[in-house]
């Protein structure tokens, strides 16, 4: 497809479990971002590829969160022993580099813990 | 102080009307200005794009940015209920530690009813 995609699309999970989400970018674009949407609150930042280096992985909430990502392909975003606070829409964006022109976001990944 | 503040609204306009969102930010490392369109449980759009200060025009939309008051705006003109949906501002500085972190307002929910 032409856009961002995401998958799963919805997931939910119990408490302590591990789960895995997936990005994959628009063909050619270099920079692959990870934000977090909670409800009712704005867009928190996670975590910025340009290629498969992470420059600032600063956002990430805890060590329970982990991401990589292969060459300037698909991303994973990973989150180990999930808590409750962890249900949010997991939303990952792709551009041609890290400016702002042309940031193009997927549909998220909406994830419950219960 | 958060980074960027954007009123959440909501705002409720007839259609046809001129709708007027905008956003102050404190960062003025900021130079490129985006504003999202996001319809519910979707992700969000990109709407418009403005590098430093200005103004563009695209179509109905007309985006503004005036740097030294640290304001823009996003004007909708003959607004339409198909426009409605949360309008998020976002930000970006072109260098620096940050270089590839949008910075977020929480968005202003908008109905146009007809």
């Known amino acids: 497809g032409a856009g961002v995609s995401q998958s799963p699309s919805n997931k939910v999970t119990e408490k302590g479990k591990d789960v895995e989400l997936r990005c994959d970018p628009i063909s050619g674009h270099t920079a692959l971002y990870w934000y977090r949407q909670s409800l009712g609150q704005g867009l928190e930042f996670l975590i910025y590829f340009q290629g498969n280096s992470a420059p600032d992985k600063s956002g990430l909430p805890s060590d329970r969160f982990s991401a990589e990502r292969t060459g300037e392909s698909v991303s994973t975003l990973t989150i180990q022993r999930t808590q409750q606070e962890d249900s949010a829409v997991y939303l990952c964006?792709?551009?041609?580099?890290?400016?702002?022109?042309?940031?193009?976001f997927g549909e998220g990944s909406w994830l419950t813990v219960v | 102080q958060k980074e960027v503040e954007q009123d959440p609204g909501p705002l409720s306009v007839p259609e046809g009307a001129i709708v007027s969102l905008n956003c102050t930010y404190s960062n003025s490392a900021f130079q490129y200005f985006m504003w999202y369109r996001q319809y519910s449980r979707k992700g969000p759009e990109l709407l418009m794009y403005t590098y430093s200060s200005g103004n563009k025009e695209d179509g109905r939309f007309t985006a503004q940015v005036d740097k030294s008051s640290k304001y823009i705006s996003l004007f909708i003109r003959d607004s339409q209920p198909s426009d409605s949906a949360t309008y998020l501002c976002a930000m970006m500085a072109d260098r620096g530690s940050t270089l590839g972190r949008l910075y977020f307002g929480r968005g202003t929910q908008l109905t146009v009813w007809p």
């Open positions: 964006a792709s551009s041609f580099g890290p400016n702002g022109n042309t940031i193009y």
